[in-house]
């Protein structure tokens, strides 16, 4: 049996297995994106190794590569705008 957590996406609770990284648990919403680019175009993770940073989210407050982050319960995530 899978463990599953709640995490917080823009304001919205989702339902996610433990132990898979926030990139990951993006998948399980409507919108797979992280943020926006200077041109206005939604960013979805790239390289997976948190070096081309299209997959930074704001969690918790602080902004952090969406691809190396575990999910903890009750985290909140904030796509960039």
């Known amino acids: 049996m899978t463990l599953l957590i709640s995490i917080v996406v823009d304001g919205q609770v ?8 926030v ?3 993006l998948a399980y919403t409507d919108k797979q994106a992280t943020r926006r ?8 993770p790239f ?6 940073q299209e997959c930074r989210v704001t969690i918790n ?10 999910c903890r ?3 909140r995530i904030e796509r960039i705008q």
């Open 73 to 75: 319960e009750n985290m």
């Open 37 to 44: 680019s200077v041109a206005g175009q939604w960013r979805t």
């Open 14 to 21: 989702f339902t996610v297995p433990a132990g898979i990284t």
């Open 23 to 25: 990139a990951a648990a």
């Open 47 to 52: 390289c997976g190794m948190g070096i081309c």
């Open 61 to 70: 407050g602080l902004r952090r590569p969406a691809c190396q982050t575990l």
